[in-house]
T-cell receptor, first 114, second 115 residues
Framework: GENVEQHPSTLSVQEGDSAVIKCTYSDSASNYFPWYKQELGKRPQLIIDIRSNVGEKKDQRIAVTLNKTAKHFSLHITETQPEDSAVYFCAASTVGGGADGLTFGKGTHLIIQP | NAGVMQNPRHLVRRRGQEARLRCSPVKGHSHVYWYRQLPEEGLKFMVYLQKENIIDESGMPKERFSAEFPKEGPSILRIQQVVRGDSAAYFC?????????????FGPGTRLTVL
């Protein structure tokens, strides 16, 4: 099955700086890659996603890039703000037979230092 | 995504009891997914259901766990004879369509504690 690795597990950046979180996946047939943000005790919330027919997608301060050849994708947050502090999860879709469960990375705890 | 409802939000059970978790998807969504999250871990896929059908239960333990999504009413995740290792947050998500790449919206989760 699919395996998603996520790095780093913890990332501390100064407010206003950029943050980058990287994920790799194993199943070359995966073609959907969402990113979720989870604040302590809250539900995961989708912040951005990318499909394999594009290489990059932006939404204001957030961008995601995808390299299908290398099987990795990254989340970029620019001009970080205190409210960006949370755990971020990358995920990849599983394939075939109606199996639509997402395979998640273990998460990155992003800490924005004031 | 605020439309996915789960209850109860917190559930405490003693070892050997049954836990029943409920999930009401976003209105108009007919696809439900259950995930388990252990402390400091990512979410692990358990089961994917459409109305009255289990489509993929590859992530769900074969014993003690079952799930259903009846024609009427919420989806139910049932854990029989709970053990301490079942303590976790259980999230459900829903999507409008089940094809690969359809956005999944998560509920607030049920935090199960087994004493």
């Amino acid at each position: 099955g699919e395996n998603v690795e996520q790095h780093p597990s913890t990332l501390s950046v100064q407010e206003g700086d950029s943050a980058v979180i990287k994920c790799t996946y194993s199943d070359s047939a995966s073609n959907y890659f969402p990113w979720y943000k989870q604040e302590l005790g809250k539900r995961p919330q989708l912040i951005i996603d990318i499909r394999s027919n594009v290489g990059e997608k932006k939404d204001q301060r957030i961008a995601v890039t995808l390299n299908k050849t290398a099987k990795h994708f990254s989340l970029h947050i620019t001009e970080t703000q205190p409210e960006d502090s949370a755990v971020y999860f990358c995920a990849a879709s599983t394939v075939g037979g109606g199996a639509d469960g997402l395979t998640f990375g273990k998460g990155t705890h992003l800490i924005i230092q004031p | 995504n605020a439309g996915v409802m789960q209850n109860p939000r917190h559930l405490v059970r003693r070892r050997g009891q049954e836990a029943r978790l409920r999930c009401s998807p976003v209105k108009g969504h007919s696809h439900v997914y259950w995930y388990r999250q252990l402390p400091e871990e990512g979410l692990k896929f358990m089961v994917y259901l459409q109305k009255e059908n289990i489509i993929d239960e590859s992530g769900m333990p074969k014993e003690r766990f079952s799930a259903e999504f009846p024609k009427e009413g919420p989806s139910i995740l049932r854990i029989q004879q709970v053990v301490r290792g079942d303590s976790a947050a259980y999230f459900c998500a829903s999507s409008r369509q089940g094809h690969q790449g359809d956005t999944q919206y998560f509920g607030p989760g049920t935090r199960l504690t087994v004493l």
